[in-house]
């Protein structure tokens, strides 16, 4: 039956509720504020009247909701009003109320099994115990705690702790066990640093190390508008080491395997690198460059996608990690949100506002490439968000990765490719594909059978620097000695090229020098137009005047 007059839907300061409209304009009582609902009993569990609250969060037992507003004070402005709420969800009563005056870091942090929630409150990190909020289980005090992030997994429980730089002093992430924090060398490690204005603190699954993402807010040699990051490897045993990444700027995103053995970076000024390393920091594969600036595992960790989103065009690479072999390339455009289905097989993709606001939707995936399942939201609606529901660890077990693309009933899209703009004076001419980066290709970084441990990417570029001045003396050398025997690379090059007699005139010689230097580099585009290259328009136009130079030099040698 639908409703006497329509209704409006409102988000705003004042919360998520809706409105009755013409004539009435008041608060509709078919939409409560905040709903608990049972999903397998599918019925209403609690409802809580917070008008105002912004931010949502359970326990990871849904044992407990905590609920988060803006923070505002008294009208006597002598004390400030409790903010964030924390409500037992079976019983629907508030189990304690604390004053939280940053929306950032607002939610209190729990242990997978609940047995230990923790706060960040003034310098000092308050730890509590079986969800008892009333009194103060431990304190870790450290001066200007900035953050912190609890270990994932059962007991012993870690805790990683960040306090940021000043006056001349380093940023410091330091990583303690609990309850040990009191005892003058309690951290189990300690990793300084200079360039941090902010970090990001990634534990492993069996939190035996953290990766640790060091942000400045100004790169301050001026190479790029994010700032200067750099990553840092801590482990709970002591070792600390600093990530070397083989290619300058940004880090878009960093993610550890499930099995907390490796981990994958996506990195560099685009088109980005991505490399998945030990946890020696050592490089084990290297995918090379490619448009993309985000990385996924599979929940079994045996499957990662590597994909482009956001100011890209949403292309993804999935990768089978055992083998290194690319499985397939599908093209999710307009994505803003990606996440793998606890499954390990099932992909989901959608397009939500507020990031954009039109064609919002979703598409189930399997990791083939194919789309199973999809859903355009009407024109005149948006999508908020979509999720998968969570499950825990090992109700699915890993399956045989399959390389045949899974079969559909959606009909495939191909994207659409926009093409490039021609100036209207080379539009009816024909096209010439540039590229203004070299693309590298995958390459396995692991040392081979009988070989020594691979060069870093610093000895692979010095490696290279010697090979090309070895090259180009020796080029020298061929120019300067007319006797010497042609190079074996050289030996396609016509016989008239390669003559190495003297006319005694010095004028001639030198004209036949030259030209023997422009056949030698016409060869030398040939060869890298035969191996695929890509050649730019003026060396397209060197290698037509090679008939013309041929002739030339075949008058001047035989005026000798």
């Not at 005056?101 to 079986?130: G, I, Y």
């Not at 490796?262 to 920091?281: D, I």
Request: charged share 20%.
């Amino acid at each position: 039956m639908a409703p006497s007059t329509p209704l409006l839907t409102v988000r705003g300061s004042e919360g998520l509720y809706m409105v009755n409209g013409p004539p009435h304009f008041t608060e509709s009582t078919v939409f409560p504020r905040i709903n608990v609902i049972s999903v397998t009993k599918k019925g209403l569990l609690h409802s809580f009247d917070l008008p105002k609250a912004v931010c949502l969060e359970f326990s990871p037992k849904n044992t407990v909701l905590a609920t988060w507003q803006p923070y505002t004070t008294s009208k006597d402005d002598t004390a400030g009003i409790p903010n964030l709420q924390l409500y037992d969800v079976k019983t629907g009563t508030c189990l304690k109320s604390f004053i939280q005056k940053k929306m950032q870091n607002w939610c209190p942090s729990w242990s997978e099994d609940e047995t230990l929630c923790a706060r960040n409150v003034n310098n000092e990190v308050h730890f509590f115990e079986n969800n008892n909020f009333n009194t103060i289980a431990n304190k870790l005090h450290l001066k200007k705690i900035n953050d912190f992030v609890l270990s994932p997994g059962p007991q012993p429980y870690k805790v990683a702790v960040y306090v940021p730089g000043s006056k001349g002093a380093p940023s410091f992430v330091r990583l303690y066990q609990y309850p040990n924090f009191d005892e003058p060398h309690a951290a189990l490690a300690n990793k300084s640093f200079f360039k941090a204005d902010k970090v990001t603190m990634l534990w492993n699954k069996k939190a035996t190390a953290v990766l640790v993402i060091a942000s400045t807010d100004v790169d301050k040699t001026g190479a790029s508008y994010y700032g200067e990051q750099t990553l840092h490897y801590i482990a709970t045993n002591g070792e600390s080491a600093v990530v070397q990444l083989p290619k300058n700027g940004p880090i878009y995103d960093v993610v550890w395997n499930s099995s907390s053995t490796e981990f994958c970076a996506v990195y560099g000024f685009m088109p980005a690198k991505a490399t998945v390393f030990n946890l020696k920091c050592d490089p084990v594969f290297d995918f090379g460059t490619g448009p993309r600036n985000a990385a996924y595992y599979s929940p079994h960790g045996h499957i990662l996608v590597l994909a482009g989103f956001g100011n890209l065009r949403g292309q993804m690479e999935v990768w089978d990690v055992k083998k290194y072999k690319l499985i397939s390339k599908p093209v999710a455009s307009d994505s803003t949100y990606f996440a793998w289905c606890p499954d390990g097989e099932h992909i989901l993709t959608a397009t939500c506002a507020p990031r954009l606001r039109v064609n919002n939707g979703y598409k189930i995936w399997h990791y083939t490439g194919s789309v199973l399942h999809k859903y355009d939201v009407p024109s005149n609606a948006e999508l908020w968000q979509v999720s998968w529901q969570p499950f825990l660890d090992g109700i699915f077990p890993e399956k045989a990765i399959t390389y045949q693309v899974v079969p559909s009933d959606v009909p495939s899209e191909e994207p659409k490719v926009a093409t490039a703009y021609r100036p209207p004076a080379l539009r009816n001419k024909p096209v010439t594909n540039s590229k203004l980066h070299e693309e590298e290709p995958p390459q396995n970084m692991k040392p081979q059978p009988g070989n020594e441990k691979p060069l870093s990417k610093t000895a692979l570029k010095n490696q290279r620097k010697h090979e090309a001045k070895k090259a180009a003396k020796q080029e020298a050398r061929i120019d300067k000695s007319p006797d010497m025997p042609p190079a074996p690379a050289q030996q396609s090059t016509p016989r008239s090229t390669i003559s190495q007699s003297t006319s005694g005139d010095p004028e001639t010689d030198r004209k036949i020098k030259n030209l023997k230097k422009k056949l030698r580099a016409i060869e030398q585009l040939k060869e890298q137009a035969a191996a695929g290259k890509q050649l730019e328009k003026n060396q397209l136009e060197k290698i037509q005047k090679e008939k013309a130079l041929l002739q030339e030099l075949e008058d001047l040698e035989l005026g000798i």
